[in-house]
């Protein structure tokens, strides 16, 4: 039987001895013959690295060559795998380094599994840092920003089944429930041997083992063979490991994306029976690798194959929405915008959160109709659903608010850029979320080929011709518009009959309520407006331009 994890026992002792951190005082197996400097870790320091003389001298010993070219391993990962095993650790790279390796490409990253546990790994390295609560693992900086992450060989917390009572009888309530267990994990830090640690992972492909010392895969899990036929398949029973954790069904998406393999039947019959879980799952979870999937540059085959399983609707609600909605033409148009977006990312361009999520949604928000407000403030705005999701995923999904405001404001852009919405031309190219509008909008006439006179305008510096938004504002015609009055900050003109305190202490409770966002848009209202010029325009300027209400956050930094 698996015992439970020594780290627990050890940090009480350690705690009711006094210590403020207990994993400061976890035993670490001191070396045989040689002891190498920890200088303290205070930051990431470029100078708290590994020596070079930790470097393995030969990755094989057997006198076979190296299953994977020596060259291709990651100089740091082999620098920590040394230490470990000058500890008395087994260490092994692991995973999708492996994986990748195996089929020729090149790895984003080096993970490495150890016998040792994260206190140890701690206290080894002292330029490491212990992260995770369902998960423990250790992440050592290196120079630049890199990490190489380390995991301690973990067993599977579900073979962890309570054993019967010693009369051999159990109550009627603990029987049902052992028939029908939850196996949803909420706690993985079980540790184990290197062989349950493979056993427990998600898929065989991902349970590969890299020995640097003799230059060979350890493969407990038959992956070499999945990867050979190019399958995705789950290791164990596919029911049960969906079950244990349903965000499963977004990495065998990815995977199967990213990598060009299928899916092994019995497994995407799991996965289809899995999707209802998928909200069990933490909101923070989902949405990460939902952006992963984006981040990867294979949105679309990705999304296609969520959709087929039916859980856009519980990751995306407005696309799923908009898929019904629109019919066959709607998810034509969508997947023509995230085949652009993969272009663009496949290109090696960087693109920022709020970029990737408002490139995906202009289909949905082009489809909507136009809002001018969504609160007293007067605003523009989007349409509802999109306000929806956006707000959801800051809410419970710990989407961070700047990114989500800015997504809004480059949706809204996209009427400026088009040429629908008229605005002081000078004031907006000054915006600073101009520039990241403008690489949506690319993305919108690459996807629709619609608007390219307006993209080839702005990317000279000339003024789009500007086109009517609506059917309404078309039959209009030249009708001069209305000029929008705008808000007073600073209070509003005594009236007869009132004292100057009287009126303005309704401004004052106003502007306290006003978020950071608004004061924004206020400031760039005033300098974008029609009823003020813009010192800094030109003639041309003065004649073409006409103010459309601008919207802004305060800049990411």
């Known amino acids: 039987m698996l015992q439970p994890v020594p780290d627990d026992a050890r940090e009480a002792v350690a705690f009711e001895a006094g210590s403020k951190d207990p994993l400061e005082e976890l035993p670490v197996p001191e070396p045989e013959e040689v002891s190498f400097p920890m200088p303290a870790f205070t930051a990431p320091s470029a100078e708290d ?28 990962a082999l620098k920590v795998i040394h230490r470990l095993h000058s500890h008395g650790h087994e260490a092994y790279l692991v995973g999708g380094c492996v994986r990748d390796l ?26 490491c840092r ?39 009888e159990e109550e009627g309530g603990e029987a049902e429930e052992s028939q029908n267990p939850d196996l949803l994990i909420t706690h993985d830090n079980v540790f184990g041997t290197a062989e349950q640690d493979a056993r427990r992972r998600d898929f065989t492909i991902n349970g590969l083992f890299y ?37 499963r069904i977004l990495r065998a998406v990815r995977f199967a ?34 952006f992963r999937l984006i981040r990867g540059g294979v949105a679309a ?36 915008f995230a085949e652009a977006l993969d272009r663009r990312v496949a290109s090696g361009e960087l693109l920022d959160d709020a970029i990737l999520l408002a490139a995906l949604l202009v289909p949905i928000a082009q489809a909507s109709p136009v809002v001018e407000s969504l609160d007293a403030a007067g605003r523009p705005s989007v349409s509802q659903a999109i306000e929806d999701l956006l707000a959801e995923f800051v809410q419970t999904a710990r989407l961070p608010r700047r990114i989500a405001e800015r997504c809004r404001l480059l949706l809204i852009a996209q009427r400026t850029l088009s040429g629908e919405r008229r605005k002081k031309t000078g004031a907006f190219r000054r915006h600073p979320l101009f ?40 039959a209009e015609g030249d009708a001069p518009r209305k000029r929008r009055r705008r808000r007073r900050r600073g209070g509003t003109r005594n009236k007869p009959g009132t004292t100057e305190g009287a009126s303005t202490a309704p401004a004052a409770a106003g502007a306290s309520e006003s978020t950071a966002t608004e004061a924004s848009e206020d400031a760039l209202d005033e300098a974008s407006g029609d009823e003020e010029s813009d010192d800094t325009f030109d003639s041309s300027d003065a004649d073409d331009d006409s103010g459309e209400d601008a919207e802004s956050a305060s800049d990411e930094g």
């Open 49 to 76: 690295t590994i020596p070079d003389t930790d470097f393995l001298p030969e990755p094989q010993l057997s006198g076979k060559p190296a299953e994977i070219d020596p060259d291709k391993l990651d100089p740091d």
């Open 435 to 474: 520039a990241d509008a403008l690489v949506v909008f690319e993305i919108s006439v690459e996807a629709t080929s619609r608007h390219r006179d307006a993209l080839e305008a702005w990317k000279r510096g000339d003024v789009p011709s500007s086109r009517p938004s609506t059917e309404g504002s078309a």
């Open 257 to 290: 994306s990213k990598l060009g393999l299928d899916i092994e039947s019995r497994t995407y019959a799991a996965m289809e029976g899995a999707v209802e879980d998928l909200p069990r799952c933490a909101p923070a979870r989902l949405l990460e690798e939902t």
């Open 102 to 127: 195996s089929l020729g490409r090149t790895p984003k990253d080096f993970d490495i599994a150890t016998s040792a546990h994260p206190g140890e790994v701690r206290a080894i390295f002292r330029n």
């Open 301 to 336: 085959p990705s999304l296609r194959l969520l959709d087929a399983l039916d859980a856009l609707k519980i990751l995306l609600p407005p696309v799923a929405a908009y898929f019904k909605e629109q019919g066959r033409r709607g998810q034509e148009t969508f997947y023509s």
């Open 211 to 247: 020995d640097v010392v003799e230059g060979r895969i350890i493969d407990y899990v038959r992956g070499r063979r999945d990867l050979d036929e190019h399958y995705i398949r789950t290791i164990g029973d596919p029911e049960i490991r969906m079950r244990e954790d349903p965000v």
């Open 130 to 168: 212990l992260i995770g609560r369902r998960f423990r693992l250790a992440h050592i900086y290196f120079k630049g920003g890199k990490i190489i992450e380390v995991s301690t060989f973990r067993a599977n917390p579900t073979e962890l089944v309570d054993a019967p009572s010693e009369s051999g």
